[in-house]
T-cell receptor, first 118, second 113 residues
Framework: GAVVSQHPSWVICKSGTSVKIECRSLDFQATTMFWYRQFPKQSLMLMATSNEGSKATYEQGVEKDKFLINHASLTLSTLTVTSAHPEDSSFYIC??????????????FGSGTRLTVV | GQQLNQSPQSMFIQEGEDVSMNCTSSSIFNTWLWYKQDPGEGPVLLIALYKAGELTSNGRLTAQFGITRKDSFLNISASIPSDVGIYFCAGSVYGGATNKLIFGTGTLLAVQP
């Protein structure tokens, strides 16, 4: 089945620095990837839809200049949290859609990245 | 952002009991999915529902897509300790260029051996 790899699985950074999170589709090409944020004991909130070769589509209330998304190839999307602050500490999860795999409606999730900003 | 209302918020049951949880929305969805998330992991798909009224099983799990397209339920029969986790429903909506998933508020399930 489709596999999505997310790296790093956890990261601690100082306030004011930037952090990059990678999401890779290992055995399929993903024209579309999605980035979610999950605070403790809460649901997954969609942040943005990442489209290969074009600009990402951000959900209402998500700052595009703070959460930079780059989907430069069919197997890699990156999320960069710029000038991170403690309130950005969260669990970030990506998912990728395999347009040719329909058994699970094409959405496969990564294992998430725990970001802690100190 | 948009969310689906899921109930109950949490459940604490004995091993062997059956479990039922549901999800409701004010909006219509074309697809309903149920996921399970273990701590520190991404969600894993359990069941996908594509048609209103559809009833689908996956082992001890059964889910139904409501006729109105605004609700869905998930049943787990004969629960076992490894069923512990957070269960999320998700509805698929068209986001302009592609379908995107909107997640429910989650149901925390604890199973006592």
């Amino acid at each position: 089945g489709a596999v999505v790899s997310q790296h790093p699985s956890w990261v601690i950074c100082k306030s004011g620095t930037s952090v990059k999170i990678e999401c890779r589709s290992l055995d399929f090409q993903a024209t579309t990837m999605f980035w979610y944020r999950q605070f403790p004991k809460q649901s997954l909130m969609l942040m943005a839809t990442s489209n290969e070769g074009s600009k990402a589509t951000y959900e209402q209330g998500v700052e595009k200049d703070k959460f930079l998304i780059n989907h430069a190839s069919l197997t890699l999307s990156t999320l960069t949290v710029t000038s991170a602050h403690p309130e950005d500490s969260s669990f970030y999860i990506c998912s990728a859609r395999d347009g040719f795999e329909t058994w699970n409606y094409g959405y496969t999730f990564g294992s998430g990245t725990r970001l802690t900003v100190v | 952002g948009q969310q689906l209302n899921q109930s109950p918020q949490s459940m604490f049951i004995q091993e062997g009991e059956d479990v039922s949880m549901n999800c409701t929305s004010s909006s219509i969805f074309n697809t309903w999915l149920w996921y399970k998330q273990d701590p520190g992991e991404g969600p894993v798909l359990l069941i996908a529902l594509y048609k209103a009224g559809e009833l689908t099983s996956n082992g001890r799990l059964t889910a139904q897509f409501g006729i109105t397209r605004k609700d869905s339920f998930l049943n787990i029969s004969a629960s076992i300790p490894s069923d512990v986790g957070i269960y999320f429903c998700a509805g698929s909506v068209y986001g302009g260029a592609t379908n995107k998933l909107i997640f429910g508020t989650g149901t925390l399930l604890a199973v006592q051996p």
